[in-house]
């Protein structure tokens, strides 16, 4: 190592701290030093050397962008009105999502709503049936949440292990699931001034869009941490997370969050609306149906390593990912690296918030043998991530929502990864 600081002491701990620092950036390999496979054409680039103190850089400007190498993307599934594009979970840090990788579930495409025109209709079983526009709800004492927002079908294709799920990115396989800060008017402040009555227990909450999504929602949840919220990580809401209005319901499936959100009507009982009927009910092995199965259950998610990385070489790897729950906090995550033999405690990156993703990390040696990686999160309510044998004894292999199974992460000897399909027992 040449030595650029001549003359220079240290003291014992600062030399000591320097040589942790060296060391471990030696030995401990991340996703930087894997090889992505849909990158890799075989062609090494000639490596060109540019000093950037010789040359101006450019000026300010009225928006900023990516740098040209991290421009990040969501994955298109399906464009239709009806479709979906999913975050890129393994190519992010930290545990906000910026608002342009947001993922995207729509029943009737985007409406284009003007801010002037927008109106929310609060109607029922209230004293007074009152209508808001943009500005009125703005007036209102401001309140922000961070928490994350997941698709209750997120994960269909590795619970029911289809052939293409092997070799599936985590944005592929999981990436229906989001965190940002939103910012509203609490939801129990605007129910105060229409003045809901005592016996009200339910209310609709339904969208603008084509579609008129709508869902029956507890009057409890108001009172709890519902929000009605216009911002997104400090900005208006984009237009597909629901400009200019969308309901918040933090820890509850993503087709609850009712974006352009237009009319909330109260009432003593459940509306049963097409969408929780024909829609987001799920059937049990009984033959009998789950409904209103609101609350995402405790999650977690190896996003490196996975597919579509390659280990290149043995030794000290990172692995990382991610765990949530809507019960409140994660509490711990465990990850294991022998199938799920022996499990091990991750390392949780703060902040740790209720309903929140979380990031983690565990460091593993890997000897260059075919192994499984697995994590299993726990929440603060003490939920334990199932496996997929104790979710499918449960819910059965009929269901369409809610797959918060054990995912595994098959590591061959080469150094490519794949789904575990048969490894999730």
């Not at 597909?240 to 969308?246: C, D, F, H, N, T």
């Not at 820890?251 to 987001?280: C, Q």
């Not at 998610?301 to 809507?326: C, H, N, Q, R, V």
């Not at 726990?378 to 929502?401: C, H, M, N, W």
């Amino acid at each position: 190592m040449k030595d650029l600081t001549p003359g220079l002491k240290f003291s014992r701990r600062s030399l000591m701290m320097l040589s942790a620092s060296v060391v471990g950036g030696a030995l401990i390999k991340t996703a930087s030093d894997a090889i992505k496979v849909e990158h890799s054409n075989g062609i090494i680039p000639e490596k060109v050397v540019f000093d950037p103190t010789k040359v101006l850089g450019a000026g300010p400007s009225t928006l900023g962008k990516r740098a040209p190498n991290e421009q990040l993307q969501r994955y298109v599934v399906d464009a239709s009105p009806s479709g979906n594009s999913r975050s890129p979970l393994q190519d992010m840090v930290g545990m906000i999502t910026p608002s342009d990788l947001h993922f995207e579930r729509h029943h009737g495409g985007v409406p284009q709503i003007a801010p002037e025109d927008y109106e929310l209709l609060i109607h029922g079983m209230v004293e007074r049936p009152l209508k808001f526009s943009l500005n009125d709800l703005k007036r209102f004492p401001q309140h922000s949440k961070i928490c994350f927002i997941e698709c209750s079908g997120n994960g269909s294709k590795s619970y029911h292990k289809t052939a293409e799920s092997e070799t599936m990115s985590p944005q592929a396989l999981d990436g229906l699931v989001s965190t940002s800060e939103w910012t509203g008017v609490r939801l129990s402040t605007l129910f105060r001034e229409a003045g809901i009555q005592s016996a009200a227990k339910w209310f609709l909450a339904e969208g603008s869009d084509a579609a008129v999504l709508s869902r029956s929602i507890p009057v409890e949840k108001a009172w709890d941490d519902a929000l009605v919220a216009y911002a997104q990580n400090g900005e208006a809401i984009r237009p597909e997370q629901g400009y200019p209005v969308r309901l918040l319901l933090p820890g509850w499936e993503g087709n609850t969050h009712v974006k352009w959100l237009r009319r909330m009507e109260i009432a003593d009982r459940p509306f049963m609306t097409r969408e929780e009927t024909s829609k987001y009910t799920d059937p049990l092995p009984d033959c009998t149906a789950r409904l209103f199965s609101f609350v995402m259950d405790a999650k977690s998610l190896i996003t490196f390593p996975a597919f579509p990385y390659i280990l290149p070489d043995k030794g000290w790897w990172e692995i990382k990912g991610l765990a949530w729950s809507g019960r409140g906090k994660i509490t711990k995550v465990e990850v294991s690296t022998d199938t799920g033999r022996h499990w091990h405690p991750a390392e949780l990156a703060e902040p740790v918030l209720s309903k929140c993703q979380t990031s983690f990390r565990f460091l593993w040696k890997w000897n260059g043998g075919e192994t499984t990686l697995m994590s299993r999160a726990t929440d603060e309510t003490g939920y334990i991530q199932p496996t997929f044998g104790q979710l499918v004894k449960v819910r059965g292999k009929g269901t369409a929502y809610h797959y918060n199974h054990i995912r595994a992460w098959k590591i061959l000897k080469d150094g490519q990864v794949r789904l575990g399909l048969n490894e999730m027992i």
